[in-house]
């Protein structure tokens, strides 16, 4: 069975600070990885993809990607309160089977 | 993106009756998806939403409880039925694929506060 994780959290850091967001993943045909945010009360939104080892930078994001260790980071620099909510972690082979971590919580502290 | 529309946005339900949630996107897209997410946990799959077939039900989840249509590539909806307090959740439609784009995100629908009294 296909499994994502991530440590459930909370995550407190302080604003200003690098927030950093862990995911490992089994299964070793997975080919897309996503990062969602979602606020409480909210639905998931996307805020980053990763197709190929490396880094990729959108703003203050940084998606890590490393396929040989099953493993994915996201990383939000200069945090905000406004960054706090959960981060949910997913996988996919070709579109056709999402994945979905439990998600970390993140508490950005002022 | 694609511009999702999901409806209703909240009900409150009395036990053993059914309600239909509704998903319409702007775009063709090749996947939906309907998703449950119970306070405090993650997403969970319900079931895949098959344009013009029966829709594909993960464990756990079967066809007489969440029966869900899809006439095209545009539009969705997800039935509860029978609902006891146990099915109070949010309701997620999701989308991926565009047709036009080749696009494989996926994309969320605001989401339905289903209470079931």
């Known amino acids: 069975q296909k499994e994502v994780e991530q440590n459930s959290g909370p995550l407190s850091v302080p604003e200003g600070a690098i927030a950093s967001l862990n995911c490992t993943y089994s299964?070793?045909?997975?080919?897309?990885f996503f990062w969602y945010r979602q606020y409480s009360g909210k639905s998931p939104e996307l805020i980053m993809s990763i197709y190929s080892n490396g880094d990729k930078e959108d703003g203050r994001f940084t998606a890590q990607l490393n396929k040989a260790s099953q493993y994915v980071s996201l990383l939000i620099r200069d945090s905000q309160p406004s960054d706090s909510a959960t981060y949910l972690c997913a996988v996919t082979d070709y579109g056709q089977n999402f994945v979905f971590g439990p998600g970390t919580r993140l508490s950005v502290l002022p | 993106s694609a511009v999702i529309s999901q409806k209703p946005s909240r009900d409150i339900c009395q036990r053993g009756t059914s309600l239909t949630i509704q998903c319409q996107v702007d775009s063709q897209v090749t996947m939906m998806f309907w998703y449950r997410q119970q306070p405090g946990q993650s997403l969970t799959l319900i079931a895949t939403?098959?344009?013009?077939?029966?829709?594909?039900?993960e464990s756990g989840f079967v066809i007489d409880k969440f029966p869900i249509s899809r006439p095209n590539l545009t539009f969705s909806t997800l039935t509860v039925s029978n609902m006891s307090p146990e099915d109070s959740s949010i309701y997620l439609c999701?989308?991926?694929?565009?047709?036009?784009?080749?696009?494989?995100?996926?994309?969320f629908g605001s989401g339905t506060q289903l209470s079931v009294l």
């Open positions: 999701s989308v991926g694929g565009s047709v036009q784009h080749r696009n494989e995100k996926l994309f």
């Open positions: 939403a098959n344009q013009g077939s029966e829709a594909t039900y």
């Open positions: 299964d070793r045909v997975s080919q897309s």
